[in-house]
């Protein structure tokens, strides 16, 4: 199994940067992708990015490219989310996921899943 925590959320004017960590713990060393996937309000999860265990290969959705980035350090075991110019729409509950091989960018492809963080921006 695998456990994974993210922290980092808030509240954050629109313009405004914020990192989300999500440490993973247990076996790790099973773990190939490494993704985070966002909620709003009254919407269903959708795809914001992942990335396989090197870093190398980095996929992101359409709405979030050249703003957010995704670097993880494999040494703690942990997936960042770096999060600039954000924006009012970006006000979600983030959340980070990992899956043992591949890269997919579905929610239902992630076998393991962090509690969610709250990111709100206001306009």
């Known amino acids: 199994q695998v456990q994974l925590v993210e922290s980092g959320g808030g509240l954050v004017q629109a313009g405004g940067s914020v990192r989300l960590s999500c440490a993973a713990s247990g076996r790790t060393f099973s773990i190939y992708a490494m993704g985070w996937f966002r909620q709003a309000p009254g919407t269903g999860r959708e795809f914001v990015g992942a990335?396989?265990?090197?870093?190398?290969?980095?996929y992101y959705a359409d709405s979030v490219k050249g703003r957010f980035t995704i670097f993880r350090d494999n040494a703690k075991n942990t997936v960042y989310l770096q999060m600039n110019s954000l924006k009012p729409e970006d006000t979600a509950v983030y959340y980070c996921?990992?899956?043992?091989?591949?890269?997919?960018?579905?929610?239902?492809?992630?076998?393991?899943w962090g509690q969610g963080t709250q990111v709100t921006v206001s306009s």
């Open positions: 990335a396989s265990r090197s870093g190398g290969t980095k």
């Open positions: 996921a990992a899956r043992e091989y591949g890269l997919p960018l579905r929610v239902e492809a992630y076998d393991y």
